[in-house]
């Protein structure tokens, strides 16, 4: 969707058309649910996440002064929901990130040997298993293609820290692979 | 310079966000070391079966969900507004004999609760008292109520 077009959509939805909602929905559905479902590793938490996260972007589009942020907005509404979802889930604190901070795995470090699928599959499955904080980092960047500066603006930080959690992610993500691949041969 | 400040100047640089007096550095370590080849290797692999991956695509099921909890809203603050201003319909004729019959009966009940105030009557020592303006007006009032 053009910028032109869709300040004028969201102006609309300001002024309570519903049927612009829609049309604005529809443009931001598959991100937002393939967002939700690649943080949450669910189907149905995902679309939970999605619904209440859109409700409240209906509910709050008022507040929204420059519709030229409207993806960053929206991305900050989504991330609020998610992880609300994942805290309540696990009782998973969010970490400070200190620079000594090693472990970007859930839980155990996902080394299945039954594990030939193609490579896709495979650093999908991996970047699942990323803790939270790091897994954003990598969606936000490498599926969303999000600079430094957007990402540090929905999550929260600094774009030093999101600097330092790519860099941590991704050679998370390359030990693995050298050790499956490496197995492998 | 050590492998690890090297792969964080590739995780930068693959993003395009190294600072231009890195690259040089980082491009002479790459040529003699193959870890840090191999971790720019891992990290546009990694890039590359993102950019295939195909992105989940919202079910339907989620737009219904929405809609109906975003036009539900809707519906429900409508219909507050509308409860806070009621409109009754009522006939001209019915509402012109109300209106009669209100005035009517305004006059017949208000002496019950009224009593009328007592006439003031002023004496002539007291208007040539009080100043021309007032007096001619006083006058004047009397005349048109005579009338």
Redo the contacts between chains.
């Keep these: 969707m053009q910028a032109d077009d869709q300040e004028v959509l969201i102006r609309r939805v300001q002024s309570?058309d519903?049927e612009a909602?829609?049309q604005l929905?529809?443009s931001y559905?598959?991100?937002?649910?393939?967002y939700c479902?690649?943080l949450l590793n669910n189907?149905e938490d995902?679309?939970d996440a999605?619904?209440e996260a859109?409700?409240r972007i209906?509910?709050n589009i008022s507040t929204l002064d420059h519709p030229a942020s409207f993806r960053y907005w929206l991305y900050t509404i989504v991330r609020n929901e998610v992880f609300g979802r994942i805290r309540l889930r696990s009782g998973h604190q969010m970490e400070s990130l200190r620079d000594d901070e090693e472990r970007v795995w859930i839980d155990e470090t996902p080394h299945d040997k039954s594990v030939r699928s193609e490579?896709?599959e495979?650093?999908?499955m991996m970047i699942g298993k990323l803790k939270p904080e790091y897994r954003e980092v990598i969606l936000l960047?490498?599926?969303e293609g999000m600079?430094?500066v957007e990402i540090a603006a929905i999550t929260g930080n600094t774009e030093s820290s999101v600097?330092s959690r790519?860099?941590k992610a991704?050679?998370a993500?390359?030990e693995m692979?050298?050790t499956i691949y490496g197995e492998k041969e | 310079m050590t492998c690890t400040e090297v792969?964080?100047w590739i995780?930068?640089y693959v993003?395009d966000?190294l600072e231009e007096e890195h690259v040089g550095p980082m491009f002479a370590h790459l040529g003699s070391c193959l870890d840090c080849q191999?971790?720019l290797q891992?990290?546009l692999?990694?890039?590359s079966?993102?950019n295939?991956?195909a992105?989940?695509?919202?079910?339907e099921?989620?737009?219904v969900?929405?809609?109906k909890?975003?036009?539900g809203?809707?519906y429900d603050s409508r219909r507050r507004v509308d409860m806070l201003s009621i409109r009754i319909s009522i006939p001209l004729p019915a509402a012109m004999a109300m209106a009669v019959m209100l005035v009517i009966g305004s006059m017949v009940i208000s002496p019950l609760f009224f009593e009328r105030p007592p006439r003031v009557q002023f004496s002539e020592n007291t208007i040539e008292q009080l100043p021309t303006s007032l007096r001619t007006q006083l006058k004047i009032t009397r005349i048109l109520l005579a009338e």
């Design positions: 309570g519903t909602f829609r929905y529809g559905k598959d991100q937002v649910y393939d479902r690649r189907a995902a679309e999605a619904q859109f409700v209906y509910q490579t896709t495979l650093v999908r960047r490498e599926y600079s430094y600097k790519l860099f991704r050679r993500l390359f692979l050298e | 792969q964080s995780s930068n993003d966000a191999r971790f891992s990290t692999k990694i890039r079966s993102v295939t991956d992105k989940f695509a919202a079910p099921s989620l737009q969900r929405v809609m909890s975003v036009e809203a809707d």
